[in-house]
């Protein structure tokens, strides 16, 4: 009987020896993982955009309210977290303060584009101050060429986008339809410019 309760009492011992080193060693686990300085998962992201309607190209202002990072995103340094990035947008978070302009963007621009529920791309920086956005829209990859700037732990970028350069003339037409009369000027004629100017600005923690 001593001896069994001998042997219970060592299991129990080496039982909670072997338990405790383990938490230590899950502890410790945690204690070693570590965030890059600059992620771009935990940064401020803005991606906003400018068109333009009827023939006196008044812009209209909106954003995209969600981005998500699918590939690299992270980095010693600003440069470094930005080059290479892989994302995705999705359509839905499109935003303009408008909510009958939201809709038709959604159903009668984007909409009828092809598999486009999302924009991916990519950003390639080839110099200190210029680089290049590789874009999929409406089921075409196309390069959109853009300029940036550094400053601290802020990044932002600026580019031109010309949709024609993803064959979306179509998605175009069909937004001016759905907003003939929104869309004209004094002139009497109604436009939508393929003309979209792209802003984003980064701030890291």
């Known amino acids: ?24 060693k899950k502890k410790t686990e945690k204690k070693e993982v570590k965030t890059a300085p600059f992620s771009l998962e935990t940064a401020n992201n803005s991606i906003d955009f400018v068109a333009y309607k009827t023939t006196d190209k008044i812009p209209v202002k909106g954003k995209f309210k969600k981005i998500n990072i699918t590939k690299n995103g992270n980095g010693t340094t600003a440069k470094e977290a930005i080059n290479n990035t892989e994302f995705a947008i999705p359509v839905s978070s499109l935003f303009t303060a408008d909510v009958s ?3 038709k963007l959604k159903k009668f621009f984007f909409g009828v584009m092809d ?37 601290d732990k802020e990044f932002t970028l600026s580019a031109t986008m010309n949709l024609d350069n993803w064959n979306a003339q179509n998605a175009v037409d069909s937004l001016n339809l759905a907003c003939r009369d929104l869309h004209k000027a004094a002139d009497g004629i109604s436009k939508t410019w393929s003309e979209v100017a792209i802003n984003i600005m980064t701030v890291f923690k």
Do not use: H, W
């Not at 009987?1 to 383990?22: D, E, G």
């Open 1 to 24: 009987m001593r001896k069994f309760l001998f042997v219970a009492i060592l299991l129990s011992i080496t039982f909670q020896f072997t338990s405790c080193k383990s938490e230590e």
């Open 101 to 103: 302009r939201d809709f």
């Open 115 to 151: 598999n486009t529920s999302l924009l991916s791309g990519k950003l390639m920086l080839q110099t200190d101050s210029t680089g290049v956005a590789t874009i999929t829209m409406n089921a075409v990859t196309a390069d959109l060429p853009f300029s940036y700037s550094i400053k």
